[in-house]
């Protein structure tokens, strides 16, 4: 089994930032793209970024230029770096992976449980 586990998020002012972290753990042979995605009250769930094996990264129009997503093959870590925060990217936060269990396996996607992130005055 393959676990997510999401942190970094809370309440910061608008203009701030925050740096969500994605930890992946249990059995793991290989993770192939990871991605954030974020769900506010009454909306649909929106992809924020995404980034392949190979560090190609894509980003949602509405965050370009201040959110960047990294990824750690090493540490089956990705972190989320958001600037320049608005308003609007009240939501929750889920961190989103295709993980491979062994060699040979297929791709199965998991998510984690979500982190918060609350931007107000």
């Known amino acids: 089994q393959v676990q997510l586990l999401e942190s970094g998020g809370g309440l910061v002012q608008p203009g701030g930032s925050l740096r969500l972290s994605c930890a992946a753990s249990g059995r793991i042979f290989s993770i192939s793209a990871v991605a954030w995605y974020r769900q506010a009250p009454g909306k649909e769930r929106e992809l924020v970024a995404r980034?392949?094996?190979?560090?190609?990264?894509n980003y949602a129009d509405s965050v370009k230029g201040r959110f960047t997503i990294d990824r750690d093959n090493g540490m089956n870590a990705v972190s989320l770096q958001m600037n320049s925060l608005k308003p609007e990217d009240t939501a929750i936060y889920y961190c989103n992976a295709d993980v491979r269990s062994y060699l040979g396996d297929r791709y199965k996607n998991y998510r984690g449980q979500g982190t918060q992130v609350t931007v107000s005055s």
């Open positions: 980034i392949s094996s190979v560090g190609i990264t």
